[in-house]
């Protein structure tokens, strides 16, 4: 299974195109995607890059738990697809991110790619920095979710 981990600075072309960090690249291996799907968050003022396979898995487990037929759900389920776009990986590991999202996420020249598991988020440097929680709070946090340090599950 995947997991993307780290921080790694982008720049952004004038296209809107941004290469996938190489780590990213070597953590999928043979299994490396052309198509990948870009979602704005709905927390956070970023964007989430998921290779398809693993929007195909989100997008499984939502439908479980949504009714389309459901007048509300089927407002949100809208409204979700609406949020998201699919994108090619050229030959040499562009992604070209709509200008649409990279403004919805404050995205200019430089960005960060955080790997977070089976998505990647493209991040603003300034709002990534913004966003990510004190030592205290992870610690806290931790504990609260997990029930104690790593090798206790």
Known sequence: MISFTSIYPVNVDGKGRVVLPA????????ALEV???VEKDIYDK???VY????????????????????????????????????????????LNIPNEMLEYAGIGKEAIFAG????MRLWEPARHEASRI???DFVRLYKELLGGPADSF
Do not use: T
């Open 51 to 94: 290779p398809l396979s693993a929007w195909h898995r989100k997008v499984d487990k939502l439908r479980q738990r949504v009714n389309m037929d459901d007048p509300l759900h089927s407002k949100m389920l809208s409204r979700y697809f609406e949020e998201v776009v699919k994108v090619n990986m050229a030959d040499n590991g562009r």
């Open 134 to 136: 004190s030592d205290e």
């Open 35 to 37: 198509v990948y799907v």
């Open 46 to 48: 970023c964007l989430n």
């Open 116 to 119: 977070q598991g089976e998505r």
């Open 23 to 30: 780590p990213f690249k070597k953590e999928m291996g043979d």
